[in-house]
Nanobody, 125 residues
């Protein structure tokens, strides 16, 4: 059973940066695993932000967020980090870590079926 726990959220001013961390347990070295970050802004649907293959380290960033968001993983520590730069108020929302074991692209957002509880990010202008 995969379990995910997020940390690193908080309140920041526009223009600042945050590093969100997702710690995972239950990953198996023998199974291809994808880990992703989703976010949900107030009144909006949840959207996929970034994803990475835990084994190969290949990362994907949503088209509209490239340039400000970066995703990385530490295989030894089973952590995935989302770096967000140049934050703006539109980045406010609940950021949630998720994982899936399906043999499809890590950017296939609909496949994610293991979820953390999320960490809140609030950006003030």
């Amino acid at each position: 059973q995969i379990q995910l726990a997020e940390s690193g959220g908080g309140s920041v001013q526009a223009g600042g940066s945050l590093s969100l961390s997702c710690s995972a347990t239950g990953y198996s070295a023998s199974r291809r695993t994808c880990t992703a970050w989703f976010r949900q802004a107030p009144g909006k649907e949840r959207e996929g932000v970034a994803a990475i293959s835990v084994g190969g380290g290949i990362g994907y960033i949503a088209d509209s967020l490239r340039g400000r968001f970066a995703i990385s993983r530490d295989k030894a520590k089973n952590t995935v980090t989302l770096q967000i730069n140049s934050l703006n108020p539109e980045d406010t929302g609940m950021y949630t870590c998720a994982a899936h074991l399906s043999p499809v692209s890590c950017a296939t957002w609909s496949q994610y079926n293991f979820w953390g509880r999320g960490t809140q990010v609030t950006v003030s202008s």
